[in-house]
């Protein structure tokens, strides 16, 4: 993958101070406009549908495990009832290596208030979030982020087939 640079967009821009801030650690940054980013999801992400998949996993034979990912399935429901919510799986499905419970977000806030919930509520389970950009394997490997422990997914299936 070639990965353009950051700061396309920027190359005219004043240099940046090196002031630091009252706290002795922070760098001074000047008053600029606000990011597009809380707002619309940068390019190549497609909000149409999903902007982005949640797909919180547990280990289906561990008893505990299990109990305590159904019960989070349902607060998620009954805190988050915009967001798109899946079935709860008792078995691996896809390219998903355990069983595990899927929830969609459509928007920039909807996606930062989800995340910080799940790393405070997650307990034993594993978060794989993917953006949506029409490209599933790159969506589930390079742009991939994980909050717990990472599982290895069956990808073969989303690969591209070269002719």
């Given at each position: 993958m070639v990965y353009e640079s950051p700061l396309r967009g920027y190359e005219n821009a004043e240099p940046l101070p090196n002031t630091i801030n009252p706290d002795g650690k922070s760098l001074f940054n000047p008053p600029g406009p606000k990011s597009a980013a809380y707002d619309d999801f940068p390019k190549p992400i497609i909000s149409a549908n999903n902007a982005f998949d949640f797909h919180i996993y547990y280990t289906q034979t561990n008893s505990q495990e299990a109990k305590?990912?159904?019960?989070?399935h349902e607060r998620v429901r009954r805190e988050f009832p915009e967001l798109r919510i899946y079935k709860f799986w008792d078995r691996p499905i896809g390219p998903?290596?355990?069983a595990m419970f899927e929830v969609n977000v459509f928007t920039p806030h909807e996606t930062g208030a989800f995340f910080s919930w799940l790393v405070v509520n997650r307990g034993p389970c594993s978060v794989l979030i993917h953006?949506?950009?029409g490209d599933p394997y790159g969506d589930h490997t390079e742009r991939a982020t994980w909050m717990g422990r990472p599982w290895p997914l069956n990808t073969d299936m989303m690969k591209p087939i070269s002719h």
């Open positions: 305590y990912a159904k019960e989070l998903h290596p355990v953006p949506n950009t």
